[in-house]
């Protein structure tokens, strides 16, 4: 019974932190054209560090020694993963970005695993992304560097989660998220104010700006830290691959994006993917309960 809480715990964290980083991320596109993407990047980590400082008060509990290692990969990861997807977002479509970008977590989850019935689910949520990405042969066309710094983003993602994971396992959840946004923001916040200046400080964006930090990092950032505490690397990264079947989802419900067959099929395939990878025996004996 524990270990079903625990598992239980561990997926609605996973869930529920999409849900919200996808509400951010609807806000955040409203100010690309305000401040840019390095604004609002600068935006949603100065906001974000400076809200889990508050409700988590990190200073209690300062990382010791080589600590402070996996503390700053672990955010210039979390900065770069933030900084690279809002720049590639301004180039190419929402879908091949999000789908560019999980070649990252799929990684991980590929080359971690231990067991024939994994890369099954791993293949089914590949084939579920791949069904996602509209066509490159179309007339819009597909911005090579805006792919690349979606590839980019992934690569950083790969990184957020196996240090992620190790930073997780020494301190609390919320205060390890504290510090390695503490570190995105040191370095991000001085580009967006170099390149937007003083229209990030307007009443105008201020309010839009704290709403999307808090959606789209201080919260759905705190909720996968518990995740990544009490579930496998594997089964996290596979999991969060439900991330373009939740934004297909939040297209069609707010901006009433018709969805043909074979995405629905795709959708269905990431599913399948993300519950089989989640509900496996291993658990157990991989969370130490």
């Known amino acids: 019974m524990k270990i079903n809480r625990v598992l239980l715990t561990a997926v609605g964290s996973v869930l529920l ?6 509400s951010g991320a609807s806000l955040a596109k409203q100010l690309f054209p305000i401040i840019g993407p390095e604004g609002t990047t600068a935006l ?3 906001f974000a560090a400076a809200v889990l400082w508050l409700v988590f008060r ?5 990382p010791q020694g080589r600590e402070w290692q996996s503390i700053i ?3 210039l990861c979390l900065g770069g993963m933030n900084i690279l997807f809002y720049l590639s977002i301004e180039r190419i479509p929402l879908g091949i970005a999000v789908a560019l970008e999980f070649t990252g977590p799929l990684a991980v989850a590929l080359f971690s ?3 024939k019935s994994d890369l099954f689910w791993v293949a089914c949520a590949i084939a579920g992304i791949l069904l ?11 911005d090579i560097a805006g792919a690349l710094m979606a590839l980019g983003a992934g690569a950083c993602w790969a990184g957020y989660i196996l240090f992620g994971t190790r930073t997780g396992k020494q301190a609390s959840g919320g205060i390890t998220v504290a510090f390695g946004m503490t570190v995105a923001a040191i370095v991000l916040v001085p580009v967006g104010v170099v390149t937007q200046g003083v229209a990030l400080i307007s009443w105008e964006v201020l309010p839009l700006g704290l709403l999307v930090a808090v959606l789209s990092s ?3 950032y705190s909720l996968e830290m518990v995740a990544l505490r009490n579930m496998p690397t594997q089964a996290f990264s596979v999991l969060m691959s439900l991330e373009p079947a939740i ?7 707010i901006l009433s994006e018709q969805l043909s067959l074979l995405q629905w099929l795709a959708i269905g395939l990431v599913i399948i993917a993300s519950i089989g990878s989640s509900f496996t025996p291993k658990k157990a004996v991989e969370m130490g309960v």
């Open 132 to 142: 996602l990405m509209p066509s490159l042969s179309s007339a819009q066309g597909l």
């Open 17 to 22: 932190a999409m849900v919200t980083i996808q």
């Open 73 to 75: 990969i672990y955010g």
């Open 58 to 62: 990190p200073w209690r509990a300062l």
């Open 247 to 253: 934004a297909a989802l939040a297209g069609f419900v």
């Open 218 to 220: 201080a919260l759905p």
């Open 44 to 46: 949603r980590l100065g």
């Open 113 to 115: 695993s231990k067991r």
